[in-house]
C-alpha cells in the first residue's frame, strides 16, 4: 500500500509544468495601457445625472460647475456628478481586471458603481477624492462579459436630497478566458444555503498536461482572475490568504524533484508582488504566522528525515521539529491559541501536534499513534487537510478504508483521558466518490463544510446535515477532467487584496 501511495504521488510531482507569463508590473494607468474603448464625453462635465436627477441641471448650474465654484463657494447644491474624460482599460496581463478613470471636477466622496448582472450593482470601496485624475480597479468581472459602470460623488450636505450624483454609464468588455486553463462546471447550486461568507473561491487547479493555474472564480462558476505558474515543473498546491487578510499567498514548488528549489510569494491581486520567501526543499504545505514567519515541511531528497522549517521576517531559518524517516507530510496547520500545528503525514496515515514555542511533540495520531477510534471503523487513512474546528473537534479529509480511494470528511471529539478520537460526523461515506491523492476538509464559518478531492478535481459544500449545495468540476474546454484542484479557500470581499 505504501509502495501504491508513493508511485502516485511521485507520477504526480514530476509532471508538473509551470506555464504562463511573468509576474504582471504594477498597472502604469498610461494610455497605452488601454484594451477597450474610451467611453464617449462631452467636454467638461459628463453629463452624468442618475435617473432620479434628469432634468435637474439649468445652464447656470453648468457654468458655475464649469468654472470649478463648489457649493460651498455659490451655497448652491451641485446637481451633476462633476467628473469628465471617463474611460476604462483592460489590466495588461490579467484581463478580467477593469480600470475606470476620469478627471475630478470637484472635492467629493466618490466610488464606482459597476454591473455585470442585470439589476445586480456593486460599488469600489469610496475615497475621498480631490481634483484631479482619477482611477479604480473593478474587481469580481467575469472574464468574457461586459461590465456596466458610473461613477458616483457624494459633496455631502450640499447634495440635493435624493442621494450621490452619477455620471453617465460607461461599458468595457474583458478579455477572453486564458488558453488552457481548466474551467469549472457548477452541478449543484443552493444560494440560500450557502456559506455566507464564500463569495468567492480561491485555488489552484493542474490541467492535463501538468500546467498549475491559480485562479478566483464566483459562485456561479465563473472565472474572475487567473495566473499561470511561472516557473516550469513547479506546481502550487497550498494556495491561502495571508494572515492578516490583506494579501494571497501562493507556492511555487518543485514537487518530489532533485533541486529542492521552492518559494512562497505574497502579492496584490493586480499581480504587484509584495514579498517572496525562500523555502528550501517545501514539498507541499506552508503557512504563515502574525509576525510574518513562514512555516513549511522540508523533504530533502538525500534521504535525511522530513524537518519542520520556520523563516523568520529577518531571513533567518530554524528547524522547529524533525520527523521519523520516510515520513512525507501532505498538509499543515496552526493552531493560533494553543500556539501549536497540525502536521499530516500521508505515508505513515498519522498526524502530529507540535509546540511551536518548544518543538515538543504533544500527540500523534493514527497508525504510527498510540489512540484508538470509536467506532474502530472511522479510522482515518491518507489522510489531508487536517484542521481543528472552532468546537475544538478535529476534522479532515481521508479515505473511508485503507485499500479504498473513496474521499470521505470525518471529525473527531478528542479525549485525551481515554486517549480516544470519537467520531462525531462524516460525510460521504459510501456514495463512492473518490480521491486518490490530495483532498481536504474545512469546516467554514456558518457551520457547512468544503471539501474537494484532489486528483479527482471535484468541490463539494455541505450543511451539517449533509445536504450538498454546491458541487462543482474542473475539466478543459474539450470536456476532459483536469488533473487535481489542490487546497481551496473561500473570499468575501476581494478589495481586501486591492493594491
Request: charged fraction near 20%.
Amino acid at each position: 500500500m505504501r509502495a501504491r501511495r508513493w508511485s502516485v504521488m511521485v507520477l504526480l510531482g514530476a509532471g508538473l509544468t509551470g506555464c504562463g507569463k511573468d509576474l504582471p508590473a504594477p498597472p502604469t494607468g498610461g494610455a497605452g495601457d488601454d484594451t477597450s474603448a474610451t467611453v464617449d464625453t462631452a467636454p467638461g462635465d459628463s453629463g452624468g445625472d442618475s435617473a432620479e436627477h434628469t432634468g435637474e441641471t439649468t445652464a447656470d448650474d453648468t457654468a458655475a460647475d464649469t468654472a470649478g465654484d463648489t457649493a460651498a463657494d455659490t451655497g448652491a447644491f451641485y446637481t451633476s456628478a462633476q467628473v469628465s474624460g471617463v474611460s476604462a482599460r483592460l489590466h495588461e496581463d490579467i484581463e478580467s481586471l477593469v480600470y475606470v478613470r476620469w478627471e475630478q471636477e470637484a472635492p467629493g466622496a466618490v466610488w464606482v458603481e459597476y454591473s455585470v448582472d442585470d439589476g445586480e450593482w456593486r460599488s469600489t470601496p469610496p475615497i475621498d477624492a480631490e481634483v484631479g485624475s482619477q482611477e479604480h480597479l473593478l474587481l469580481g468581472v467575469p472574464y468574457e462579459h461586459t461590465v456596466a459602470f458610473r461613477v458616483a460623488n457624494d459633496f455631502g450636505p450640499d447634495m440635493p436630497p435624493d442621494g450621490p450624483l452619477l455620471s453617465d454609464e460607461g461599458a468595457a468588455t474583458t478579455g477572453p478566458v486564458p488558453a488552457g486553463v481548466p474551467l469549472p462546471t457548477v452541478l449543484i447550486s443552493d444560494p440560500a444555503a450557502w456559506e455566507p461568507t464564500g463569495e468567492y473561491l480561491y485555488a489552484s487547479v493542474a490541467s492535463l498536461d501538468f500546467a498549475m493555474w491559480r485562479f478566483i472564480m464566483d459562485r456561479q462558476g465563473r472565472l474572475v482572475w487567473c495566473q499561470a505558474n511561472q516557473g516550469t515543473g513547479f506546481g502550487t498546491f497550498y494556495a491561502r490568504v495571508s494572515y492578516d487578510g490583506g494579501d494571497l499567498l501562493w507556492d511555487e514548488v518543485d514537487f518530489f524533484g532533485k533541486a529542492g528549489d521552492a518559494s512562497v510569494y505574497r502579492m496584490k491581486i493586480d499581480g504587484t508582488l509584495v514579498d517572496a520567501y525562500e523555502t528550501r526543499d517545501h514539498h507541499h504545505a506552508f503557512v504563515d504566522l502574525p509576525d510574518g514567519s513562514i512555516v513549511w515541511g522540508a523533504f530533502p531528497m538525500d534521504g535525511s528525515p522530513e524537518t519542520l522549517e520556520k523563516r523568520s521576517p529577518d531571513g533567518s531559518q530554524e528547524t522547529v521539529w524533525t520527523s521519523d524517516v520516510g515520513w512525507i507530510s501532505n498538509s499543515l496547520y496552526w493552531d493560533e491559541a494553543s500556539d501549536s500545528f497540525l502536521y499530516s503525514f500521508f505515508t505513515t496515515d498519522t498526524v502530529v501536534a507540535i509546540d511551536h514555542a518548544t518543538g515538543a511533540e504533544l500527540e500523534r495520531w493514527g497508525v504510527e499513534g498510540s489512540w484508538s477510534f470509536d467506532p474502530p471503523e472511522s479510522q482515518f487513512y491518507m489522510q489531508h487537510g487536517v484542521e481543528w474546528t472552532p468546537a475544538g473537534t478535529l476534522l479532515l479529509s481521508a479515505h473511508a478504508e485503507e485499500e479504498s480511494v473513496e474521499g470521505v470528511a470525518r471529525e473527531y471529539a478528542v479525549d485525551r483521558e481515554a486517549r480516544t478520537l470519537t467520531e462525531v460526523w462524516s460525510f460521504g461515506v459510501g456514495e463512492g466518490i473518490e480521491a486518490p491523492s490530495f483532498g481536504e476538509a474545512r469546516r467554514l464559518p456558518g457551520g457547512n463544510t468544503l471539501q474537494n478531492y484532489g486528483t479527482n478535481p471535484r468541490l463539494r459544500e455541505t450543511t451539517p446535515d449533509g445536504e450538498v449545495v454546491w458541487d462543482v468540476v474542473w475539466g478543459d474546454d474539450t470536456g476532459r477532467p483536469a488533473e487535481l484542484i489542490a487546497r481551496s479557500v473561500y473570499l468575501q470581499d476581494l478589495y481586501a487584496f486591492a493594491p
